[in-house]
């Protein structure tokens, strides 16, 4: 059995989200022509209360995409020093859209309204023009931590007043909605575009959505062309995206169970001196007397993979396919280390 922990998009589609797939009706969505591509974007635009939504290959090119949609050349960004859009999408802030970011700091990678204010640029000669804030939820560096939506009103409340636009990178969204209870409307109604990824916990094998309004989602559309996301029949992807929103959202409870078992499991081993507090599906371990590297090629020697996540971090991400046998098997192979 091999355990494998490095990320939730591991995951592999099921019996039910094959036979979705191959079931698929479809056609040309660069035409807008794909039916289930576009029932796939009226669905979850419609979940969230927002307007309209765009399928793209990766939740990088959703990002990437809205930060263009809300920048220019010699604005800025407000964002978390450890989010996703600056450190893990290739400097894309730069190179796609020629605009310069503002990094905050904040425990569990969270941000508060009152920073963002203190970050806003004055209108003034010498510096770029803020327009944008993004913010992540679940925060994946801050151990898969959640903003509740108490903490998004004054932000959004914020941006509104300052006439800045607020971005949500909602890779794991449905991972904290599904742990706070709070309604996906609720949080469509508080940003102007969401990204959410369908390749993570939802477990397909491709595929994330940018929502937004009918205007932003129509320049997105044309973001998306020359980029390089334009896909042709891709319902065949859209459909595995329709089912995991039909069967695949209420389990990810499941997964959150499952890592803080083995959040409690890692705290009792002599090589964990303690883990980021487990909010969802994500354990982040701190380590002492062993590197990163040679835990990960311990844990490797017994079939099981994580990756490094600092130097005295290691993740373990819990998904759809470690389930209870492959959780007990952890504990009995970390008991023999
Ligand atoms: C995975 C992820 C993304 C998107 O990544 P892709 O691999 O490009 O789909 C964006 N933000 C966060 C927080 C993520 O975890």
Redesign the pocket.
Known sequence: MVIDLRSD?VTRPTAGMKEAMFAAPVGDDVFGEDPTVNALEEKLAGLFGMEAGLFCP????T?QIAIRLHTRIQTEVICHQYS?IYL?EGGGIMANSLASVKLLTGDLGKITTAQIAESINPDDVHAPETTLVSL?NTM?KGGGSIYTLDEIKPIHALCKEKGLKLHL?G??LFNALVETGESPADWGAHFDTI?I?L??GLGCPIG?LLLGTKSDIKRARKVRKVFGGGMRQAGILAAAGIYALDHQIDRLKEDHARARALGEILRKQSFVTETLPVSTNIVIAKLVGITPEELLQKLAEKNIKAVKFGKDLVRFVTHHDFGDAELEEFGKQIGKM
């Open positions: 998009t990766s939740g990088t090119m990002n996703h893990y992540e994946n990178d890779a794991r990204s990824c390749s993570k994330s």
